[in-house]
């Protein structure tokens, strides 16, 4: 009886079940409008937009929209725009956001800035080169070293100095939000040595001494200050100069920066000074995670 019944019934294999629901799951969401599924879209960060553009026509379709992309840059993005160097003109919002997620030069290529792609809050690079430094154009104390760990491709190289002072200051329409800034730097001097990193300790000297004190100061009246000892040798490490707040009432915001060592009872040096990063404060332990 039992082997007659199953005569009657149709056998199907676990490989066409799947098949058979897939196609059923692609056929109704194929049948969604566009204007549906960009709704839904719109609540997505941008990578799940990305990846849901792949599905088939009518998401691919609806990830283009206009007000998917503008839900996803920041507010005051047309300012952001006008203070690059190059930007095209009549771009949809989508493409807006991407070139955006690139890095964009502005203050004659001393600095970049972009959006996070997965959040589209605001980055900043600052290079040495548009950095404030006592005694750069004096080569018994500083010097310029072509390097690839630099996304700048340069850094300033301190030999040796009595008076250490690195200044900076920035005046942009930081989107509103919590921003921390820190100095890329690094003890001693890396080269390459038969195809491996080496680190150059020749000039090091100085840093355990007294700390170095960083700060900042915002054209609001916000102020940071921390300090600590310049240690690890051959490392890219990120030191924490302080955080800032952006508020819904300010329109363009000056943040001035610094590092210094100015007690001249002894000298320093053996330093790599890369950049000065701005990120948002939650972007912290993804520094942390690089060191």
Known sequence: MGSSLSLLIPQFSSNTVTTTI?????????????????????????????????????FRG??????VWESKLPMNYNSIIQRVQIFPANLC????????CRPNSFDGGTKRVWLDKSTGRVCMSISS????????????????IETDESRFKSVAYLQQIWW?????????????GSYSIFFRLQVGRASRR????????????????????????????????????LSELGIWKYHHVGDFVVTGSVKEMKVKYSMTQIDCTHTKGGLCVDSVLICPVEFTERLKQSF
């Open 129 to 144: 080169s548009g950095l404030a430094i006592t005694g750069i154009d004096d080569r018994r104390y500083w010097s310029r």
């Open 93 to 100: 919002k989508r493409d807006i956001y991407a070139k955006l």
């Open 62 to 67: 609806a990830s283009s929209a206009d007000f």
């Open 194 to 229: 038969f195809g491996r990193r080496v680190c150059n300790s020749e000039h090091v000297h100085g840093w355990d001494k007294k700390p170095v004190r960083f700060q900042l100061t915002t054209s609001d009246g916000q102020q940071a200050t921390t300090q600590c000892y």
């Open 164 to 176: 250490f002072e690195v200044d900076g200051e920035v005046d942009f329409p930081f989107p509103v």
């Open 22 to 58: 897939n196609q059923q799951i692609n056929h109704g969401l194929g049948d969604l409008p566009e204007s549906c599924v960009a709704l839904v879209l719109v609540y997505m960060d941008p990578p799940q937009i990305c990846k849901l553009s792949m599905l088939n026509k009518a």
